[in-house]
């Protein structure tokens, strides 16, 4: 199971968003991040829980190990408010996300 | 450029079985370590994985929804259908299927999904 906290985040745009995603057992460092936008598919933004994706912005770090990581946005943009989910693939056969944490715009 | 395309009914009535059909282009599903995978997110809720196959015919499922899934790929037509059989109202959500590469092992491309409604 990955709990995710906050479940919503209010903030500002140019604030650091620092959002929480904890394992039940360990997951090594098999994590994903995602964005997901209104109406549209998710965005694979951080794997191996700190390697950005493919042309995902500097401002987007992840860090962590085992049961705990973190995603943080160091300087929020206007299109950066979106929900963000971690997903799991350590224990298999299981592909587990989060619950989501929705970043609004303060 | 990898593009993935969902299809399906936009409406199911309880106890019927649910074809889905995830339509691909930009990589083949006969290379070693690659695969596709099905999703599902009620409205407004968060996303479920539901089954993936690769390149090699190995299926996985989700271990709560089993029993009522099948998943299966036609490598020449580029397309991966899903079955979801007894449908019930807490089925509706948005599918999507996704391609998942060899390295990294993480699905990074999605297609846009459709919309599914289950109601008599």
């Known amino acids: 199971v990955l709990t995710q906290s906050p479940a919503t985040l209010s903030l500002s745009p140019g604030d650091r968003a620092t959002l929480s995603c904890r394992a039940s057992q ?23 829980a700190s390697v950005r994706a493919t042309d995902i912005p500097a401002r987007f770090s992840g ?3 085992a049961t705990d990581f973190t995603l943080t946005i160091s300087s929020l943009e206007p299109e950066d408010f979106a929900v963000y989910y971690c ?20 | 450029q990898i593009t993935l395309k969902e299809s399906g009914p ?5 106890t019927q079985t649910l074809t889905l059909t995830c339509s691909f282009s930009g990589f083949s599903l006969s290379t070693t370590g690659v695969g596709v995978g099905w999703f599902r997110q009620p409205p407004g809720k968060a996303l479920e ?3 993936l196959i690769y390149w090699d015919n190995d299926s996985r499922y989700s271990p709560s929804l089993h029993r009522r899934l099948t998943i299966s790929k036609d490598t020449s037509n580029s397309q991966v259908v899903l079955w979801m059989s007894n449908v019930d109202p807490v089925d509706t959500g948005t599918y999507y299927c996704a391609h998942l590469p060899h390295t990294p092992p993480y699905f990074d491309s999605w297609g846009r999904g459709t919309l599914v409604t289950v109601s008599s």
Request: no cysteine.
């Open chain 1, 26 to 48: 360990s997951v090594a460092s098999s994590l994903a991040w995602y964005q997901q936008k209104p109406g549209q598919a998710p965005r694979l933004l951080i794997y191996d």
């Open chain 1, 63 to 65: 860090s962590g190990s």
């Open chain 1, 87 to 106: 997903l799991q693939r350590s224990t298999w056969p299981l592909w587990t996300f989060g619950q989501g944490t929705k970043v609004e715009i303060k």
């Open chain 2, 10 to 14: 936009a409406l199911v009535k309880p």
């Open chain 2, 49 to 51: 994985w539901l089954a």
